[in-house]
């Protein structure tokens, strides 16, 4: 007898177990793009406004994706300011 699966958002349930849906498309929840950026819900919109993070919603869905590869790329610009923005040392002249 054949498994029966069935699918709601990222969640799928078979034979009464849920079990974590992976998505293999390049696209990440909102809670993972906060995680990985250390940013807030608001900060997220406030990119996608940008255009630095696209924010893509499947038919049928009221929830979207984001880009892991535009998350990963701002994650990398936002280090590499963060690492320009610290003062260097300045020496002990006594």
């Not at 799928?12 to 498309?25: I, T």
Request: glycine share 8%; net charge positive.
């Amino acid at each position: 007898m054949a498994s029966v699966k069935t699918c709601r958002g990222s969640f799928c349930w078979s034979l009464g177990h849920v079990v974590k849906w992976s998505r293999s498309d390049g696209t990440i929840e909102i809670k993972e793009v906060k995680e990985k950026l250390n940013i807030s819900g608001a900060m997220v919109l406030n990119y996608v406004k940008q255009g630095k993070i696209k924010h893509v919603v499947p038919p049928g869905r009221k929830h979207g994706y984001y880009l892991e590869k535009d998350v990963e790329k701002l994650a990398s610009e936002l280090q590499a300011f963060l690492i320009l923005k610290k003062k260097p040392k300045r020496p002990n002249l006594q």
